[in-house]
Nanobody
Framework: QVQLVESGGGLVQPGGSLRLSCAASGSIFSSYAVGWFRRAPGKEREFVAVISAWSGSSTNYADSVKGRFTISRDNAKNTVYLQMNSLKPEDTAVYYC????????????????WGQGTQVTVSS
């Protein structure tokens, strides 16, 4: 079993940056792919990014964040990061991390464990 805790959210102006962290405890964290999802008010949960298990050599991004967001992992710290640059108001959402035994899935149904979420608000 894996427990996930997100942090790093907050209020930022358009064009600004934030780095989200997803800290894990429990099972062998490095053996899981880890994804980030977000849910904006009144909208469906949306895939953001995913990183492969072990070395994290493979990543995948939603088109809406490609080139602005970077996902990475530090297995020694049992943590996955989401660096978010050039933030836009439409990035405002609650961001969730989740773990999966599958290879870089984009479908939330393929994820087993979820964190509680962290709020990101992009506004001037």
């Amino acid at each position: 079993q894996v427990q996930l805790v997100e942090s790093g959210g907050g209020l930022v102006q358009p064009g600004g940056s934030l780095r989200l962290s997803c800290a894990a405890s429990g099972s062998i964290f490095s053996s899981y792919a880890v994804g980030w999802f977000r849910r904006a008010p009144g909208k469906e949960r949306e895939f953001v990014a995913v990183i492969s298990a072990w070395s994290g050599s493979s990543t995948n991004y939603a088109d809406s964040v490609k080139g602005r967001f970077t996902i990475s992992r530090d297995n020694a710290k049992n943590t996955v990061y989401l660096q978010m640059n050039s933030l836009k108001p439409e990035d405002t959402a609650v961001y969730y991390c989740a773990s999966s035994v599958f290879n870089r899935p984009r479908d939330p149904k393929l994820y087993d464990y979820w964190g509680q979420g962290t709020q990101v608000t992009v506004s001037s």
